[in-house]
């Protein structure tokens, strides 16, 4: 059986579900046909002079950013207020590195539809799945990112939140179609990281480990910044990568 583990011979998924065009609408379209739809999934940095990925930022480089991730919601327009809103589900990513600069997406059948807003949960990672060079201390956790300061002092960043993250429309609702269905999910390690006060990190043999045992406090930073720090975008092109042209449709807060 496959694991939920991506594998470098494995298309890892990538948010690139084509939720574009604003509108006002009113959910899926009953008695359309299906289209087959993808949703790419990629760590990024907005302010890379400062913090890069795998590049050399002036105050941190994010070398990996391991999560693991639950399946996705889609929730039809006009439902977003309601208890249990009518929505379609995307099936779950699972356990992946969303810096290593592969394509992680899922691929999955669509009616075309107008939603308003876009559910992603987090899971602890159990252990059954720690294999496939997904790091042993990922383990009961959701989140890890390793990387290093500019004077090369190494870090760590260890989380167990399990939110689930909504990403509300930007301009009421937005449309999955046959001709828009590709979209990413990005996840903004500058807005993630920026603010925390590294200068004043404990440091133990060299080295920065903030968890729920060590500097608790730029852990609950990164925390807070979490759910601002993921978006979604459309992918005109496919390719599990912001395009030089952006247009965001989704964003948390």
């Not at 065009?21 to 400062?50: D, I, V």
């Not at 039809?76 to 969303?98: F, K």
């Not at 009961?140 to 989380?159: E, K, N, V, W």
């Not at 449309?175 to 993630?192: C, M, P």
Request: glycine share 10%.
């Amino acid at each position: 059986m496959l694991s939920r583990v991506f594998r470098s011979t494995y298309r890892v998924f990538a948010v690139a579900l084509a939720a574009l065009a604003p509108g006002c609408g009113s959910g899926t379209e009953t008695g359309n046909p299906s289209f087959q739809a993808e949703l790419s999934y990629s760590a990024y940095s907005s302010a890379p002079q400062l913090i890069g990925v795998r590049d050399l930022g002036n105050q941190v480089v994010v070398d990996s950013v391991w999560l693991d991730l639950d399946a996705v919601r889609l929730v039809e327009a006009g439902q977003c207020a309601a208890t249990d809103p009518a929505a379609v589900s995307v099936p779950a990513l699972g356990i992946g590195d969303h810096a290593s600069g592969r394509h992680n997406a899922t691929q999955f059948a669509l009616p075309r539809g107008e939603y308003c807003a876009l559910d992603l949960p987090l899971l602890r990672a159990p252990r059954d799945q720690i294999e496939g060079g997904v790091p042993q201390e990922l383990e009961r956790h959701s989140i890890m990112l390793a990387g290093s300061l500019a004077d090369g002092t190494p870090f760590t960043l260890l989380s167990a939140a399990t939110p689930t993250v909504r990403l509300t429309a930007d301009s009421g609702s937005f449309e999955l179609s046959r001709t828009q269905a590709e979209t990413l999910i990005t996840f903004d390690v500058a807005i993630w990281l920026a603010d925390l006060d590294w200068a004043n990190a404990t440091r133990v043999g060299g080295a920065i480990a903030i968890s729920t045992q060590e500097n608790v406090a730029l852990l609950a930073g990164f925390e807070s910044n979490l759910a601002r720090g993921i978006a979604l975008y459309r992918d005109a092109d496919g390719d599990g990568k912001l395009d030089d042209v952006r247009v965001r449709l989704a964003h948390g807060e």
